[in-house]
């Protein structure tokens, strides 16, 4: 299974009792599990929506990882990305700031961004 983010959801009271019967009576195991199945039915609805979108806007759907030596390549042929992801985008540790900005133009991410906080911060300025 690929890397999980914890998230945080407000319910109303009733809209909560109603998960905790369910997971009483055996529907679901707790009340992640529910969440988790709902989310995955929302994401199974809208999967034609979700894939025009990423066809459309060029992004990259999964994990995608930068590390030191493809920016230097990227650097010294002269070339700047735009990178689109949807997922998780992973800037190595050992990347500095001035190499991401010399190599990326521009980052949208569309999940979780992890990279060390001078890369988190240079990417915020682009």
């Given at each position: 299974?690929?890397e999980?983010?914890k998230?945080?959801i407000n319910?109303n009271?009733?809209?909560?009792?109603?998960v905790?019967?369910?997971?009483?009576q055996?529907?679901?195991?707790n009340?992640t599990d529910?969440?988790?199945?709902a989310?995955r039915r929302?994401?199974?609805?809208?999967?034609e929506?979700?894939k025009?979108?990423?066809t459309?806007k060029s992004?990259?759907?999964?994990v995608?990882?930068?590390?030191?030596?493809?920016?230097?390549?990227?650097r010294?042929?002269?070339?700047?990305?735009?990178?689109?992801?949807a997922?998780?985008?992973v800037?190595?540790d050992d990347v500095?700031a001035e190499?991401?900005e010399?190599?990326?133009?521009?980052?949208?991410?569309?999940?979780?961004?992890?990279a060390?906080v001078?890369?988190?911060?240079?990417?915020?300025?682009?």
């Amino acid at each position: 299974m690929a890397e999980s983010e914890k998230i945080t959801i407000n319910m109303n009271v009733v809209d909560l009792g109603k998960v905790d019967l369910l997971v009483d009576q055996g529907f679901y195991s707790n009340r992640t599990d529910f969440i988790r199945t709902a989310i995955r039915r929302q994401l199974e609805t809208h999967a034609e929506e979700v894939k025009e979108i990423v066809t459309r806007k060029s992004y990259v759907v999964g994990v995608v990882r930068y590390g030191r030596k493809e920016l230097e390549e990227l650097r010294d042929a002269s070339t700047m990305l735009d990178v689109k992801v949807a997922g998780l985008l992973v800037i190595a540790d050992d990347v500095n700031a001035e190499l991401v900005e010399q190599t990326l133009a521009s980052v949208q991410v569309k999940g979780v961004l992890k990279a060390n906080v001078e890369v988190k911060s240079a990417i915020q300025k682009l």
